[in-house]
């Protein structure tokens, strides 16, 4: 069972290049999130998604877009990087119920130079 | 959104009890209570939850106060690798959201 997976675990942009972070869960869970982590600092939810076709911005969600085609996958768009994106960025997927756990993927480290 | 608060850090020695607290005195009737820890270079994993009852797994025990503006993660017997920033974070459930937002988190270094 592969739980929550994302491509790539590392990249380097370029102010200005765009990029997208993948995401995908197998566990057919409704409801999927994307975090940032700054270096020793807490996460920080960017955007989330209670089913496919549904998306709901989150505490910091300025420079980033996301989509929800399919249950499965939760892709993160960055259009314009900057170095203030620089980050470790985490997905993670749980199922419907406030007393349900969340599953987290290994997350993408993200350089923006 | 309900929040949390925790300590920075904490500190234990190796094969001792360690009680992490948190506050969550804006908690709402319906919020479960959640535990998550975050290794080194690792995504979060989840520990525990629960809502108004202690509740325990082989991981750790979760000490929830009778009025539930506070809550205690209790790992009995401290180990190396139970170094890791412990998060403390309750279910959001405006309408038909399910955010999971988390704290700053508390940091525990186990000494051998």
């Known amino acids: 069972n592969a739980g929550v997976t994302q491509t790539p675990k590392f990249r380097i942009l370029k102010i200005g290049q765009s990029m997208t972070l993948q995401c995908a869960q197998d566990m057919n869970h409704n409801y999927m999130y994307w975090y940032r982590q700054d270096p020793g600092m807490g996460l920080k939810l960017i955007y989330y998604s209670v089913g496919a076709g549904i998306t709901d911005k989150g505490e910091v969600p300025n420079g980033y877009n996301v989509s929800r085609s399919t249950t499965e996958d939760f892709p993160l768009r960055l259009e314009l990087a900057a170095p203030s994106q620089t980050s470790v960025y985490f997905c993670a997927s749980t199922d419907r119920g406030r007393n349900t756990e969340a599953f987290f993927g290994q997350g993408t480290r993200l350089t923006v130079v | 959104d309900a929040k949390t608060t925790q300590p920075n850090s904490m500190e234990s020695n190796e094969e001792e009890p360690v009680h992490l607290p948190c506050n969550h005195s804006?908690?709402?009737?319906?919020?479960?209570i959640h535990w998550y820890r975050q290794l080194p270079s690792q995504g979060p994993e989840y520990v525990i939850h629960g809502l108004t009852s202690n509740v325990n797994n082989r991981m750790a025990s979760l000490a929830i106060a009778e009025d539930r503006k506070s809550s205690t993660l209790i790992l009995h017997r401290a180990t190396l690798r139970d170094a890791a920033v412990y998060y403390c974070i309750l279910r959001d459930f405006g309408g038909a959201t399910n955010k999971l937002i988390f704290g700053t988190g508390t940091l525990l270094a186990v000494q051998p």
């Open positions: 804006t908690i709402s009737g319906t919020d479960y």
